[in-house]
């Protein structure tokens, strides 16, 4: 049997979670929920919801933090785009994916659409859908040039939400197939810092939508996707499905995904949560040194520049760096010019250098390192195995409870309080009970 067979009938078999695994995927639904809810009030977003109503408001499917219903595929885009656009989504790690986002985004809006889900499904398919969309990054052994979050996320979502339509086994080649082929989103947008990082997560989940559609309306796709000539592994990524099918059924992979504390990127969180647990004065630093590995570096080790966005703000380590020293949090409401204009932020963010360690490994977002060198001779130096919120390093009471109150406050308008207080009852119920 290939490797690609044995995927498929994983995505197709009856599954009953763990359950240490439901548990889990019910935590992560929440905070997927809820940084989407407040992801409604952010840069772009209202751009987007006018852009999705273009399309038409005569669907059932709701928007998180919105009143507006629309279309699945509508929906589908503009609550991707909220997920991802405070890049406060967990991640699987290894992976390098934001599993939860696209996956959440598009069953959110299948389930609508069917009027209401029942639970134990509903959290099987996001279960079933994290994992393929975190085995795809877990099989790949090169450096990312595609966004790995948007065409694994897609794959991933579409499956997950053939199961919810009730799509035979013998067509799920043509989903996968389908899936593949709607594929896209590159580096080139997080290289710039660019808010098409998130418009790419949306294109995602709108696309697995439409891929299952069209599967259920007699349409067909490839059938050797992953493992063919100009398959997945040879398009989008190198590697090889089997490394992660092999483990299939063993190892739930939504299990071993991160939950952000921090809106900003992933690849800052193990420096900015060891200097939010020292509590140093910023007044006595001298220089900060953050040894990463080289996907670090890549990724958040931007210079501040003139005329920075608040995409390009949340992906530069210089400047979070000092933000946390000013202000002891993260809060994407001072991704604004003032701040980055602000004389005592500069000089705090000229003092981060961030170089790289000879760690061999493409994908690998730690171990890291800081140093703290202060202005009075000495110095504090840290390890860091593991970032703030990884499964070996969670978030306590305090800080789970800060992020859920910060993404209250900038969901100010948001019409069902269940995204925050009941998550799971949001998620498969359309209506208020």
Known sequence: MSATESLLD???????????VRVETVRLLGDTLAVGAAGATAPGADGVLAVAMGAGTSGTARVLGRTVRMS???????????IHCLEWDAVHEPAVVHAMSVVTSGLH??????????????????????????????AAHSPLTFFR???AGLIGAALAIARIEGIDRDRLPDVLGLAHSFCAGTMQAHVEGSIALPLQIAHAAQS?????????NGLTGPHNAVEGPFGYFKTFDEGRLDDYTDTLGTVWRISEISTKPYPSGRASHAVLGEIAALGLNADDILWIEVCVPSLIKRLVGRPMMNGMTPAYAR?????????????????PRRFVPDTFADPGILDLAGRVVVTVDDNPDPNALGPQSLTITLKDGSGIKR??????????????????????DLARALA?????MRVFDDPLSYFICPEQP
């Open 383 to 404: 390890e860091i195995p593991h970032s703030l919120g990884a499964p070996l390093a969670p978030l306590d009471a305090a800080q789970s409870l800060a992020k859920y």
């Open 109 to 138: 809006a299948a389930i609508d659409r069917r009027g209401g889900c029942d639970p134990d499904t509903a959290i099987a398919a996001l279960a079933i859908g994290v994992d393929v969309a975190s085995g795809l990054g877990i």
């Open 72 to 82: 699945a595929p509508s929906a589908a885009f503009t609550n991707g785009f909220q």
């Open 10 to 20: 994983f995505v197709a078999a009856t599954h009953v979670l763990p359950p240490a």
């Open 208 to 216: 697995a939508v439409q891929v299952v559609d069209l599967v259920k």
């Open 412 to 416: 100010v308008d948001a019409p069902d």
């Open 149 to 151: 979050p948007a065409t």
């Open 315 to 331: 992906l530069c380590l210089p400047l979070l760096t000092a933000l946390m020293m000013k202000d002891g949090r993260i809060d």
